[in-house]
């Protein structure tokens, strides 16, 4: 036994991945990290165990980033004195890995290598051929497969499906909510047809991806294009539509389920006292997502399969930023936010002032971008201060397209600490008169220390009202309508106007049953009902003649609210003993007092006055 590991010994162990020829990988990340060591009793360890121990290391780590380190060469040593060193350092490696491999496990996962006969592997995936999938719906599609050469971009780009027709991918869903969509673009030399020219029109059950794209309006040789959709049934349609006289073609296609909270409902607006409500009905395309004052991080290394590109081209004036980072495992995640909103990557590094030491600044670090102006945009900005020594000190301001988007931002406030990650998302518009989008930060004039932080930047172009990314024109101007969606709007429609017609036949049923019931009411005669003779009565006589076959009769009706009894002439007659009842009571009626009427008129007219 060494006599340096008799004692309790400090280890401060810088690696390295700096050698690495990518060093981001998610088993190799550059850390910093101390330990201790207390001497270990060698006898207590059977030599077979640590020889198994190496062999499993020497596999699990990587030989290129241990370059530095000679770890392999000190975990193959016979003499047992390393292995604490070696033990140590294998666990933060395993720990490592543990963290980054319980990662979220998407419900739906298809990665399909379209024309391909073989399984192809491209950033850490492995994407299937086309073909091997009974669900999937193509119609009329060709397959191109080229030989392998270095002009290719990736071998994710070595095959293609070529469509002379509307043809389609359809995929089953296992659980709704927002997925990825993933397309892949290059055209293939010598592939038969000219895909440099070929228009291509890609569009979902709602909504249109891409309109009429050709590369030969585009500055790239090959294009790739990432789009967030809420699926909200079982299934998933991806129609590729060619032009006339043309062919549409895709190389590879992702369908990948997006975990839940990943993307909002709801997000401030830029210039509005109320925030923007449905984003999770409305379609989102990737336009730019950057790991600002950091290096490329690939899809390998996001949980998500998410890439994030430097920001230094975006930059107004590049001397305005300075690059700072820190070892990525020192972030620390607060309880709400996971990597699955952003890996630890893009919080590890960011763009502050240049000069930010020198006293009364005022100027922002902007970055511009070139839009769409006939969209709006959902922007999500990262953050996370990794450059104050103490709480409270670093207050700044973020603007989006020169409005202010948060004045006097302490991180502080929000997070609790340092090298807390923090994140923030808004909807704008882009610039009115230009297709320019821009986004700034800039020191707060309340603020103790002159500076500003960014680490991260995520614009999302949102669909329009036509349910479009791409152009004016939705979906039905570009698919017919199949025969199972017509008969939805059939019935739809049929259900409608059936529910219309039978409230209005109720309407109408009610109106009339109140009317007859108010007739009834009105003209009904209620036998022996007093005629009420008072002056604040309404009452009104008028004189009927009825024709009959025995003859011709007059009867007086008298109508009234109190709806008297009524009596034809004859019985009036009949009741007087064919006295005259209008002469005044002195037309042959000798025992009638003068000016009086007969006792049953009064009698008829006046119940109450016998």
Known sequence: MLDGFSWLHSFNIYWFLIINSNPFHSLAP??????????????????????????????????????????????????????????????????????????????????????????????????????????????RGTSVVAKPNSSFPSPIYQSARIFSSISSYKFDIKKEGRHWIRLYFYPIPNSGQNLMS???????????????????????????????????????????????????????????????????????????????????????????????????????????????????????????????????????????????????????????????????????????????????????????????????????????????????????TFTGGLNVPYYRDFVSNASVDSDTFTVSIGPDATSDMENAIMNGLEIFKISSEAKSLDGLSSVESFLPQSPSKKNKIGIIIGSTVGALAAFGLIVLCCCWLAARRSKTTTHQALPWLPLSLYGNSQTMTKMTTTSQKSGTASCISLASSNLGRLFTFQEILDATNNTSIFDGGNSGTEDADEGATSAVFSQLVNPRGR
């Open 198 to 412: 070929s228009l291509i029109t890609v569009a979902t059950d709602d909504f249109v991806l891409l309109n009429n794209f050709t590369f030969k309006n585009y500055n790239g040789s090959y294009m790739f294009k990432e789009y967030a959709v809420n699926v909200t049934s079982d299934t998933l349609t991806l129609s590729f539509i060619p032009s006339n006289n043309s062919v549409a073609f895709v190389n590879a296609i992702e369908v990948v389920s997006v975990p839940d909270g990943v993307l909002p409902d709801q997000a401030v607006a830029i210039n509005s006292s109320s925030p923007v409500s449905g984003l999770s009905a409305l379609a989102f395309e990737t336009v730019f997502r950057l790991n600002t004052g950091g290096p490329l991080i690939t899809a390998e290394n996001d949980t998500l399969g998410r890439i994030w590109e430097n920001d230094a081209k975006y930059l107004h004036v590049n001397s305005s930023a300075l690059n700072v980072s820190v070892n990525p495992v020192s972030i620390r995640y607060p309880p709400a936010l996971t990597t699955e909103i952003a890996p630890n990557w893009v919080y590890a590094s960011a763009d502050v002032m240049e000069d930010a030491k020198v006293a009364n600044m005022n100027f922002n670090i902007t970055w511009v971008f070139s839009v769409n102006q006939n969209f709006s945009y959902f922007v999500r900005v990262h953050f996370c201060d990794i450059v104050s020594k103490a709480l409270n000190n670093l207050v700044f301001n973020l603007y989006i397209n020169d409005d202010i988007a948060i004045e006097s931002l302490d991180l502080s």
């Open 30 to 139: 550059h850390i910093t990290f101390s330990f201790f060591l207390r001497s270990v009793e060698l006898g207590q360890l059977r030599s077979e165990v640590f020889e198994a121990f190496s062999d499993w290391g020497a596999k699990f780590i990587r030989p290129q980033a241990c370059q530095g380190f000679g770890i392999l060469q000190m975990m193959r040593m016979k003499g047992e004195s390393w292995l604490p060193v070696v033990v140590v350092f294998v666990l933060f490696e395993l720990m490592g890995h543990n963290i980054s491999s319980a990662a979220f496990t998407p419900p739906d996962n298809y990665l399909i290598a379209c024309g391909s006969s073989q399984n192809v592997s491209f950033q850490g995936k492995t994407y299937v051929p086309d073909s091997v999938h009974s669900f999937l719906d193509l119609k």
